[in-house]
């Protein structure tokens, strides 16, 4: 069992930045390719990035590229989402995921997922 636990969502402006982190516990972190995924109201759970064990190998979904990062911190077991020049459709619960197949967390098919946390991008 891998648990996640998000935090770092919050309100802010258009233009405005924010810090997603997701914490994980129960399994060795280092052996999981981590991801972000958000949902909107209305719509269905989508990919955002995602970065491999050792962090070489990302993806970033394309109307992010350039303004989200992924990181990750194997000695914290935390993988991290720095968000600037937010837009109001970035408005979504975002979701942290883990998997041991790099292909199952591309696809948003991971076992493991936090809980989310609300990130809202005023206009």
């Known amino acids: 069992q891998v648990q996640l636990v998000e935090s770092g969502g919050g309100l802010v402006q258009t233009g405005g930045s924010l810090r997603l982190s997701c914490a994980a516990s129960?399994?060795?972190?280092?052996?999981?390719?981590m991801g972000w995924f958000r949902q909107a109201p209305g719509k269905e759970r989508s990919f955002v990035a995602a970065i491999g064990w050792g962090g070489v190998h990302i993806n970033y979904l394309d109307s992010v590229q350039g303004r989200f990062t992924i990181s990750r911190d194997n000695a914290k077991n935390t993988v991290y989402l720095q968000m600037n020049s937010l837009k109001p459709e970035d408005t979504a619960v975002y979701y942290c995921?883990?998997?041991?197949?790099?292909?199952?967390?591309?696809?948003?098919?991971?076992?493991?997922w936090g809980q989310g946390t609300q990130v809202t991008v005023s206009s």
């Open positions: 129960g399994r060795t972190f280092s052996n999981y390719a």
């Open positions: 995921a883990a998997d041991q197949n790099w292909g199952l967390l591309l696809r948003g098919t991971s076992v493991y």
